[in-house]
Every structure is written in structure tokens, then in C-alpha cells.
């Protein structure tokens, strides 16, 4: 991300190499402090939305997409690992055709980054 959104990111690839779809996410973005403890982003700025990021499909692919940000919120993301939790996702085969959709609770089911902006 080298601009201040909206905007793409990196596209959103799946640890066994499933290739995915159209994803949904779940509550707020969050940030995972020192001690590992994961609070929404909005307590690093509150001019941060809670849904700063989330995914976006751009050809053909899932990204992480951001909104604008405002004032110099940009810079308390910097060098801070934002995990956003899924919803929901679909799961392609090889010639890009829905073949499941899954839908989950579980927090786990996410994907982490930290911004280069």
C-alpha cells in the first residue's frame, strides 16, 4: 500500500493453497500488541475505522483493501501486525468456479499483516 486509500493491497492467499473467492469479514479490524493481546485498531487512533481494512475482490482475486485515512491516523498502523477475522469465503477450483462456501465464528479464521504504507 504506497497510497492513502481507498485502495488495494496484497492479495489474500489461503496456507494450504486453496485458491479463494469473495470473502466476508467479521467485527472489528484489530492490532496484536507486544504481549500478543489483540485490541481493536480504533485504540491506536480513533480516528481509525473499525473496518479500516477488508477484502476486496480485484480481478478475480481477494485483497486486502483500506479506506482513506484521516489526518495522520495512517502512521499509528505503521510497523503494527492488524489481523482482520473472516466470516465467510469461498473456495474456487482451478478454473475459478465456486465449488464451497464456508462460513465460520471462529476468530481464527484470519488473515494478519503489518501495512507498508
Not at 492467499?13 to 485490541?39: C, F, H, R, W
Request: overall charge neutral; glycine content about 10%.
Amino acid at each position: 500500500m504506497s497510497q492513502n486509500g481507498p485502495g488495494y493491497g496484497s492479495s489474500i492467499k489461503a496456507k494450504n493453497g486453496t485458491k479463494l473467492g469473495a470473502m466476508n469479514s467479521q467485527g472489528p479490524n484489530l492490532y496484536i500488541k507486544d504481549n500478543l493481546e489483540e485490541v481493536p485498531i480504533t485504540k491506536l487512533d480513533p480516528s481509525l475505522n473499525n473496518h479500516q481494512f477488508k477484502p476486496y475482490m480485484d480481478s478475480g482475486s481477494p485483497r486486502i483493501g483500506f479506506e482513506t485515512f484521516q489526518g495522520d491516523s495512517i502512521n499509528s498502523i505503521q510497523g503494527k501486525c492488524i489481523v482482520i477475522p473472516f466470516s465467510s469465503w469461498q473456495v474456487l477450483d482451478d478454473k475459478g468456479n465456486v465449488i464451497r462456501h464456508v462460513t465460520t465464528a471462529d476468530p481464527d479464521n484470519c488473515v494478519g499483516f503489518v501495512p507498508t504504507c
